[in-house]
Nanobody
Framework: QVHLEESGGGLAQAGGSLRLSCAASGRLFNNYGVGWFRQTPGKQREFVGRITASGDSTVYADSVKGRFTISRDNAEKMVYLEMNNLKPEDTAVYYC????????????????WGQGTQVTISS
């Protein structure tokens, strides 16, 4: 089992950058795939990107490709979402999620979730 906690959200201007962190606790974190999702009021939780357990592969949603980068430090049990060239439509609550030996592009492919961190981008 793993516990996740996001941080780093806040207010930024369009064109700016933010880095979100996902801190994990629990054993064997290096065996968990991690995904990032986001959600705005009244909408479904949307896939942003994911990284494999080893960190050797990432996948991104088309809406963030080329602007967002996911990385991880298994020794520190941390996963990061670097967000550049932010747009007002990136405004959402961002969540990290984990699954042992897995994790894909859908909400159902993750078992553990953080509480989320709010990101607000002003135009």
């Amino acid at each position: 089992q793993v516990h996740l906690e996001e941080s780093g959200g806040g207010l930024a201007q369009a064109g700016g950058s933010l880095r979100l962190s996902c801190a994990a606790s629990g054993r064997l974190f290096n065996n968990y795939g991690v995904g990032w999702f986001r959600q705005t009021p009244g909408k479904q939780r949307e896939f942003v990107g994911r990284i494999t357990a080893s960190g050797d592969s990432t996948v991104y949603a088309d809406s963030v490709k080329g602007r967002f980068t996911i990385s991880r430090d298994n020794a520190e049990k941390m996963v990061y979402l670097e967000m550049n060239n932010l747009k007002p439509e990136d405004t959402a609550v961002y969540y990290c999620a984990a699954r042992l030996y897995g994790g894909g592009t859908t909400r159902g492919s993750y078992d553990y979730w953080g509480q989320g961190t709010q990101v607000t981008i002003s135009s």
